[in-house]
């Protein structure tokens, strides 16, 4: 029986294929097959930003994870159960495989849920290499800092129910994936003392800048971070 093959999630970060790290080019140029979530649409963006990067990944064989956007917590259990099982098939026969996420492999992940359970099984090296998060690329962008002395920073789920109650704590906030909430965010941020500013698909050819936030029309694109910052 061959040894098992590594399995490695790979962060290619934000959307501009020149902010993937060295170490994601390397595991990408090497791995036989590249792991993609899938979510219902043919454009996958993960493996877009790494074949501008790394051109040898076109000629990867290709491990397609169906990743439903949907609530269903049985739903979703069933699909990241599928998933690692297809992961695992492709390891037992020996070949490395690398899952691709956009950002970091470590925050609000598709990764995630897989990497715990091929790490469950306890028979597979597991390997995350990190990547650029979409905040810092969007602090950037705004050429602005995320923290000040003293003081936290705090990353929201754009839909998180507690949303209101987080905006009180004190620290710079960031809310991630938050395009369809900023009517509500700037409306709850009436009278207080902040700073908010959007990015919208920063690095990607869509990127829109939106430096005040109640310039904001309309639900925005799911790949959105929005940045408050206490004034003063």
């Not at 061959?2 to 140029?29: C, H, K, N, W």
Request: charged share 20%.
């Amino acid at each position: 029986m061959s040894q098992a093959g590594r399995f490695y999630g790979v962060g290619v970060g934000p959307g501009d294929p020149g902010l993937m790290t060295l170490g994601a080019a390397e595991v990408i140029r090497a791995c036989p097959v590249l792991a993609v979530p899938v979510s219902g649409g043919e454009t996958i963006l993960a493996l877009e930003i790494a074949r501008q990067a790394v051109p040898e990944a076109a000629e990867k064989e290709l491990l397609r994870l169906d990743f439903p956007m949907v609530r269903d917590k049985d739903r979703l259990r069933q699909s990241h159960d599928a998933a690692a099982a297809q992961v695992m098939a492709v390891l037992d026969a020996g070949k490395d495989v690398a899952m691709l996420n956009l950002g970091d492999p470590s925050l609000y992940a598709t990764y995630s849920p897989i990497q715990e359970r091929v790490l469950a099984a306890g028979r597979y090296e597991v390997i995350t290499i990190p990547g650029v998060p979409s905040f810092c690329a969007v602090a950037a962008r705004l050429n602005r800092s995320l923290t000040k002395p003293h003081l936290p920073v705090h990353i929201i789920p754009g839909g998180y129910p507690g949303v209101e109650e987080a905006l009180a704590a004190p620290g710079t906030k960031v809310l991630m994936k938050a395009g369809k909430e900023a009517a509500r965010i700037h409306a709850l941020l009436k009278g207080r003392p902040y700073t908010a500013q959007m990015v919208t698909a920063c690095g990607l050819p869509a990127e829109e800048v939106w430096e005040d936030l109640s310039q904001v029309e309309g639900a925005k694109s799911y790949f959105c971070t929005i940045l408050l910052r206490e004034e003063g």
